[in-house]
């Protein structure tokens, strides 16, 4: 049968051609236009799906980065530790014990200073006291207001621990006493204190001045 135009044209490689090269469309709406329902497509669920694991992976890469791995002197026994801690103690002790021992140290120095002054007062006074004595065995502080002000100045130092050394008597004590003179006595086993020439001052134990005296020893 004669047939006009291009052969091409009626070539049935041409049409398989054609049908080859026909644009593919593809519905890529997640929402069906005829139902209304929400589209899951394998693509979309794959995606979901390595999100999800991408997620988890980069918590627990944080959870481990954040993690501090404790480095090996850290991770010593504990007896280390505990030796440390001792050494810690005792030197705390020994600088509390040091403290202490100042303190006291410096307390005791405080007291004995203060003490040394208020003896180098009552031995510069020592000799007012005699003067004091010497009036009082001539008469001449029987009364009146030289009497008075005697009687008040011996009465402050007693406040200071000032005791007067000027007993007869008793037995003699080189400690406290210093004798000048010795002479028999009468009825008696031990050496004693007949007569007082000069009294005699302590304060606190300490014997500031040995008091001078006549010793009666036995016959």
Do not use: C, W
Not at 37 to 47: K, P
Not at 200 to 211: E, K, M, N, P, T
């Amino acid at each position: 049968m004669p047939h006009h135009g291009n052969d091409a044209e009626h070539s049935p490689s041409n049409n398989e051609g054609n049908e080859q090269h026909k644009p593919v469309i593809r519905d890529n709406r997640k929402v069906d236009p005829e139902t209304g329902a929400a589209r899951h497509t394998q693509g979309s669920a794959a995606e979901s799906n390595a999100a999800a694991e991408g997620d988890a992976l980069s918590q627990a890469e944080e959870i481990l980065n954040g993690m501090e791995v404790p480095a090996e002197e850290s991770v010593a026994p504990g007896a280390a530790a505990e030796a440390e801690a001792a050494e810690l103690r005792n030197d705390l002790l020994r600088l509390q014990a040091e403290y202490v021992n100042y303190r006291k140290r410096v307390e005791r120095d405080r007291a004995v200073a203060g003490e040394m002054a208020v003896i180098g007062v009552l031995n510069a006074l020592l000799p007012v006291l005699d003067d004091v004595d010497a009036a009082r065995q001539h008469g001449d502080l029987v009364d009146g207001p030289f009497a008075a002000i005697a009687a008040k100045l011996e009465n402050a130092l007693k406040t200071y621990g000032l005791e007067r050394i000027a007993e007869t008597g008793v037995e003699f004590d080189p400690t406290i006493h210093e004798a000048l003179i010795q002479q028999p006595g009468e009825d008696i086993e031990v050496d004693t204190v007949s007569q007082v020439l000069r009294s005699g001052y302590r304060s606190g134990g300490r014997v500031l001045r040995a008091a001078q005296v006549i010793v009666a020893v036995p016959a």
